[in-house]
């Protein structure tokens, strides 16, 4: 029997004086959240395009949630078997 299993990321994205800031969060099981932060700045001589902004630092907000569960999981595979664990992205 095959086992669906759904996490849901969230990603919360706000803008001030040309800054642009994601903040990705993800809930694990009942208690535990991990979150990631990303954060894009227009260069004043680029065109100002809000979308990129937001592409972008959700970009980076995810890539360091994303460290952060290879941590998680790291730490898990490190409790069982009591050896150092090495996961790369």
């Not at 969060?25 to 937001?54: F, T, W, Y």
């Amino acid at each position: 029997m095959t086992v669906v299993k759904r996490w849901t990321i969230t990603v919360d994205i706000d803008e001030h004086e040309n800054r642009t800031r994601a903040v990705a969060r993800l809930e694990i099981h009942d208690s535990d959240k991990l979150v990631g932060v990303g954060m894009a700045r227009l260069n004043p001589a680029d065109h100002k395009v809000p979308e990129i902004g937001d592409e972008i630092a959700t970009a980076r907000a995810l890539s360091e949630l994303s460290h952060h569960l290879l941590d998680v999981a790291a730490g898990n595979i490190e409790q069982i078997t009591r050896e150092p664990a090495h996961l790369h992205l």
